[in-house]
């Protein structure tokens, strides 16, 4: 699932765009003269206002249950004719996805076992399994089947041997699934069309990447395999819905490097919400990453729904069907780190978006951000 509204136009440097938190709005007067501006500080008025109004519609009679179980169970036939709807012409290229993301860039691919390598002279790098052993290993499993101790850091070779012994057994010991050879995994749930899936591609030539997506969304999967630029031989589409508990991951555990959520948590019920980032964690291999983007709380988006289309507190049902919550970086943080994940990023982004043809200021509220899985520590 992909977020139904526009992501903002990024500010751009000599080309290239900044990070968000670089072009900040010091006259006001010039406010149109670009058409985003970072870290825009809301007045008191302008919070309280904001605050009053998601008050007053949470306060107000919300959607029926019955409608609330009809958007529940039939989530996918509401993502479906969104999608059926839109195509590929609803969604804007993210120009921003390497700038605030650059772990998902080639050089981070070529050097990111050698960093979890050198990062902690404690740590070590799990070696595979083979298909006897299961769905998964315990920490001291891993710690076990370890191939390299890493005694000797102070070498820059030392290390490249270690680096290029543990991808060697990656290849040759891994589990016979899709994308079990690669040596660098990304998978990205909630795919939509494939607009952050296709410039990875299309951006990261390394031959041990291999994507990983899914959605909800038949149909949306269905467009991404369609793609012209699919590669079955670098990337699988599947469908999956991230609620549901018995349904697997074509993946084992402790075999990702990076998970992306770009706007698509907000789109499941809370209550499901800890579970589903539960068993993404175990996915992750440790240092493993999870990045995610998504809406924050009075963001444009959720002060502009009327009366009556409340489900529950900042849990919002649009005219389509779809639905959308909006967070606080303290609610994201409990959600990770009760997964077992480490902060390395919770950052909101108060972006004061413009359409300077019509003159209208739109104020954009999202939060980014990074948690690692915990490398393991050598206590024997």
């Known amino acids: 699932m992909a977020d139904s509204y526009s992501e903002g136009v990024p500010a751009v440097r000599n080309g290239k765009r900044e990070q968000f938190g670089s072009r900040f709005l010091s006259d006001p007067a010039r406010v149109f003269h670009h058409n985003a501006w970072d870290n825009v500080e809301w007045s008191e008025e302008q919070a309280a206002a904001a605050e009053k109004k998601v008050r007053e519609n949470s306060a107000a009679p919300r959607v029926p249950q019955e409608k609330q179980v009809d958007y529940e169970i039939n989530a996918h036939k509401y993502w479906n004719d969104f999608y059926k709807i839109h195509e590929n012409g609803f969604f804007k290229d993210r120009h921003w996805l390497f700038t605030e993301f650059p772990e998902l860039a080639p050089s981070q691919n070529q050097n990111h ?79 939509g069309v494939g607009n952050t899936v296709f410039p990875i591609l299309q951006t990261n030539n390394d031959p041990g990447l291999f994507v990983y997506c899914c959605d909800f969304s038949s149909t949306a999967v269905e467009l991404v395999q369609s793609h012209s630029e699919y590669d079955p031989s670098r990337c699988l589409a599947f469908v999956h819905d991230l609620c549901d508990e018995d349904q697997s991951y074509p993946v084992p555990r402790d075999s990702l490097d ?36 998504d809406y924050g709380r009075y963001d444009m988006a959720q002060l502009r729904f009327k009366k009556g289309q409340c489900l529950s507190e900042n849990f919002y049902v649009r005219g389509d069907g779809t639905r959308v919550y909006f967070f606080t970086q303290d609610e994201l943080d409990t959600l990770f780190t009760a997964a077992g994940l480490e902060k390395v990023q919770n950052l909101v982004d108060h972006r004061l978006q413009v359409n300077r043809g019509k003159q209208l200021t739109m104020y954009r509220v999202w939060i980014q951000c990074k948690y690692r899985k915990p490398l393991l520590s050598n206590t024997g």
Do not use: W
Not at 120 to 146: F, M, N
Not at 264 to 289: E, F, H, Y
């Open 113 to 191: 076992l050698k960093g979890l390598l050198s990062e902690d002279k404690r740590s070590e790098i799990p070696a595979c399994r083979s298909s006897e052993d299961g769905p998964g290993l315990t920490a001291e499993e891993q710690h076990k089947c370890s191939s390299s101790s890493l005694r000797d850091k102070t070498q820059v070779s030392s290390v490249e041997k270690n680096v290029t012994q543990e991808l060697s057994h990656l290849r040759i010991c891994a589990d016979e699934f899709p994308g079990s050879s690669a040596t660098y995994r990304i998978l990205e749930v909630g795919c």
């Open 258 to 293: 990076i998970i992306i959520l770009i706007f698509v948590l907000s789109a499941i019920v809370p209550d499901k919400m800890q579970k589903a980032i539960n068993r993404l964690s175990k996915l992750l291999r440790p240092g493993g990453m999870m990045l995610l983007r």
